[in-house]
Each structure stands twice: as C-alpha cells, then as structure tokens.
C-alpha cells in the first residue's frame, strides 16, 4: 500500500520561506517519478515541480528561480523548498507519484515525469500554505 504523507505547510509572510516534505512508504519503483501540485480555491490543480529516478528536475515557470524540488532517497522523502514567497502561493499543495507503466526483467518501472498528470496514481493529503501580504 502506497502512503504519501505531506507536512511542513503553514502561514508566512510574503517573502518568506517553507519547505515541505513528502514521507512515502510502499513505493518501490525501479524508475518513477514525483512531484508538488498546488490547488487554490476557485483554480485549477497546477503541477509545480517534479524529480524523477536520475534527479532531473522540471518546474512551473510561476516557481522557477523560487522553488527547489530534491528528494532524500535514503528516508524515502520528497522535500519542496519555497523562497521568496509570494500571496499567489497560497495553495493546498500535494505531493504525488506516478503509477505502474510497465513491469520487465522482475522491477516495476512507473510513468516518467513527461507523461501527464492522469499518471500520477498516487497522492497525498495535502499542506496548506498561505502566504500574507
């Protein structure tokens, strides 16, 4: 059973800092990948950033230069850090992994960062963030 466990969301003042982090248990892929969506009342889910198995990172151009994705694959943890924050931050932000793709030679191999957001199969609960003027 697959568990994603956010933490580290919070109140803040533009400008200031947070770093979120992801606990996961019961995911073992040979390749995958994972990432920080954000939802804002009223908005659409919007995919942040994202880190596969090799480290290669991608991020929205709303958060680049401001946010950094990093993952801790000894503790089995995702990390988001948010700089610089700002009002339009201010979102309920979830962590999320890819489902199975395909499974060869006895590993599992899950969907890779390029495919879309109807492959991530698992999610978090969510973290607030909000972000004062």
């Known amino acids: 059973q697959v568990q994603l466990v956010e933490s580290g969301g919070g109140s803040v003042q533009a400008g200031g800092s947070l770093r979120l982090s992801c606990a996961a248990s019961?995911?073992?892929?040979?390749?995958?990948?994972m990432g920080w969506f954000r939802q804002a009342p009223g908005k659409e889910r919007e995919r942040v950033a994202t880190i596969d198995t090799d480290g290669t990172t991608t991020y929205a151009d709303s958060v680049k230069g401001r946010f950094t994705v990093s993952q801790d694959n000894a503790k089995n943890t995702l990390y988001l850090q948010m700089n610089s924050l700002k009002p339009e931050d201010t979102a309920m932000y979830y962590c999320?992994?890819?489902?199975?793709?395909?499974?060869?030679?006895?590993?599992?191999?899950?969907?890779?960062?390029?495919?879309?957001?109807?492959?991530?199969?698992?999610w978090g609960q969510g973290t607030q963030v909000t972000v004062s003027a």
């Open positions: 019961g995911y073992t892929y040979s390749s995958y990948c």
């Open positions: 999320a992994a890819t489902r199975l793709a395909f499974e060869y030679g006895g590993s599992r191999y899950a969907y890779q960062c390029s495919s879309g957001d109807s492959d991530f199969g698992y």
